[in-house]
């Protein structure tokens, strides 16, 4: 298939991973993170296969040129990312206008209010200050507590983002890279700073 073709021609998922590479995705999305987000494409209809196991935009007829198959791909797009289950594609479409916010996003950045965050290490003394001499056990526990709303975030959107063509790994990736994107940072590193004063 010549260049000219692409994408008005049935192709192959690589070659449409590629393809969305240079026109729309961002920067960072590698070959393996971009392969499952076409996967998440197929799920939502943007993207459908052929018996020949080849993908093409259902509805952008090669006749009609580039140009109208942009205009089509562009209101699949801002059309699947108005209903629930396109939630994610203004993290991976950062610059198509009309797409909003993430709810994931959202959901993320309110673990990084003040009031959200969690000391992992020492508690209050009489004072009112932070000691700092918790039991191994105790840490343990803390970083649990602090890890449990972003696992059960990642459990819930995981879940969201699974579906005929995409696999739980799949969906994995997709949220791992979409908390790439967002601020929310998981686990702080104080566990290495008391290791430090514990060996001082």
């Not at 049935?10 to 070659?15: K, T, Y």
């Not at 499952?36 to 007829?61: K, Q, T, Y």
């Not at 916010?101 to 932070?130: C, I, Q, W, Y």
């Amino acid at each position: 298939m010549s260049e000219e073709e692409f994408p008005l021609r049935p192709a192959s998922l690589e070659s449409w991973t590629s393809w969305f590479q240079r026109e729309l995705l961002p920067g960072d999305v590698d070959e393996v993170t971009g392969i499952a987000f076409m996967r998440h494409l197929a799920d939502l209809g943007i993207l459908s296969s052929n018996r020949a196991g080849e993908w093409d935009v259902p509805g952008a007829e090669p006749t009609k040129g580039k140009e109208r198959f942009e205009e089509i791909l562009l209101e699949k797009i801002r059309s699947c990312g108005q209903s629930e289950r396109g939630f994610a594609l203004s993290c991976f479409f950062p610059e198509v206008e009309g797409l909003p916010d993430s709810p994931v996003l959202e959901a993320l950045g309110s673990f990084n209010t003040p009031s959200n965050r969690t000391h992992l290490f020492g508690k209050k003394g009489p004072s009112g200050g932070m000691t700092s001499d918790p039991s191994n056990l105790q840490i343990v526990r803390k970083m649990e507590k602090q890890l449990k709303p972003f696992l059960d975030l990642e459990k819930e959107w995981v879940a969201r983002l699974q579906g005929t063509h995409v696999s739980r790994e799949d969906a994995k990736r997709l949220f791992h890279y979409i908390v790439g994107r967002s601020s929310f940072k998981v686990p702080p590193r104080k566990w290495e700073q008391l290791s430090r004063r514990r060996h001082k």
